[in-house]
């Protein structure tokens, strides 16, 4: 029997003057976009081309962030504009927020926790939203919340567990767990015919929406065929090879992009850092079918683990129009897999910086687009006319 998600409530007794206004500009001018409380509880704020994403982390003394409350660091991005420096006015309107969290968080249940279990669990639920607005005609879907491939680097293990923890969930080691959302198809369906059309992004973090599970409930495919309907724009990101197993969906789309993690050339290295990923040789061969079938491809190399760039450039490039670079950043949690594999050396900045930079310069000779501003429409020409 399906279950009631209860996080979405709470977020609602937490933000509601915000969330009242949800898509009304206020005097400034800015306006909430979007909210989510699948990973802490996010916030999206628009003015104009400006968007700005406000995430609240369980609250930790030890890490940087923008502001703190009682139970809450308040952090803030950009969207689509890499490291620009926030200004005066985007300030204040974050302090605003700030100050609306630390008059409501009181009012928040404190639920006990239940006690740790290492069982894994598949909790299948009824949810009532899934299509999340973030900006500039971008939305992102998560058909389903954790992940089972289970990276030891997945960044958004701590905050996908304090959302669990505020709804009173037993922690689960990331990996052990997984929410699959029964009705998103359905609740998809009523809100892309309230919404305008966009680039959907499935799943940026959160979940793989071609994680093993897909294949018992199909609620990726599920929503695909929803979006099709609607003439929305998918953007796929996934380490699994199963995505060709959708070719016939997508072939629907006038235009639909499918993206492969690959963060190393060498299945050995996969088999360390990433064992419940797909072998690297299964995805390059996912990345060849897409492309033949005529999908924007697109490959996303992060975290950059021991390689050979130039292999991997030549592996990649040829299926693919833009590729995204980055470091790895859980060196807490992974540091054990650089000493098991005799690599210590590819944890340090300088192997980052040498690798990346003989990746973007070979990526750069076959003309493939660097998406350095994490906005795969524009790299991909989802946007044009
Ligand atoms: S496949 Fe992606 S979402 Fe899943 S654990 Fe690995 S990094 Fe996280």
């Known amino acids: 029997m399906s279950e009631t998600r209860h996080i979405d409530s709470f977020a609602r007794t937490l933000l509601e003057p915000l969330l009242e206004r949800l898509q009304t500009p206020s005097r400034s001018g800015w306006q909430l976009m979007g909210w989510d409380a699948e990973q802490g509880f996010q916030l999206t704020l628009g003015k104009g081309q400006d968007v700005l994403l406000i995430e609240l982390e369980r609250r930790d003394d030890e890490r940087d962030c923008y502001a703190r409350t009682q139970r809450f660091n308040l952090c803030v991005r950009r969207a689509f504009q890499a490291g620009a420096p926030l200004t005066e006015e985007e300030r204040r309107v974050v302090l605003q927020v700030a100050s609306i969290v630390r008059a409501r968080e009181g009012l928040l249940p404190v639920v006990t926790r239940p006690t740790t279990s290492t069982r894994a669990r598949v909790r299948e639920l009824e949810v009532e939203r899934v299509l999340i607005p973030e900006g500039a005609g971008h939305y992102y879907v998560n058909p389903y919340v954790g992940c089972m ?54 799943s940026p973090i959160l979940t793989d929406p071609y994680q093993a599970l897909e294949r018992r409930y199909r609620i990726t495919r599920q929503c695909l065929e929803v979006l099709a309907d609607a003439r929305f724009t998918p953007v796929i990101l996934t380490r699994a090879a199963r995505v060709v197993e959708d070719l016939d969906v997508l072939g629907r789309f006038e235009r639909a992009a499918v993206g492969l993690s690959i963060p190393t050339d060498d299945d050995r290295v996969r088999q360390h850092f990433e064992p419940g990923g797909d072998p690297i040789e299964e995805r390059l061969d996912a990345l060849r079918r897409c492309h033949a079938a005529g999908l924007r491809t697109y490959v996303i190399i992060q975290p950059m683990l021991p390689m050979d760039p130039a292999r991997l450039v030549a592996l990649t490039a040829p299926y693919v129009r833009a590729v995204r670079i980055d470091r790895m950043y859980e060196l807490q949690r992974t540091a054990h897999l650089y000493r098991e594999f005799g690599r210590p050396d590819a944890m340090q900045d300088a192997f980052f910086e040498q690798t990346g930079a003989a990746l973007r310069a070979g990526f750069a000779e076959h003309g493939i687009a660097l998406d350095d501003l994490d906005d795969l429409g524009r790299s991909l020409g989802l946007l044009e006319g």
């Open 149 to 202: 491939i289970g990276c030891d680097f997945c960044y958004v293990a701590d905050r996908a567990d304090f959302s669990r923890e505020l709804e009173g969930q037993p922690h689960l080691p990331w990996g052990r767990y997984v929410d699959v959302k029964l009705n998103a198809a359905a609740v998809l369906r009523q809100e892309v015919a309230r919404a305008r059309p966009g680039i959907v992004r499935m």
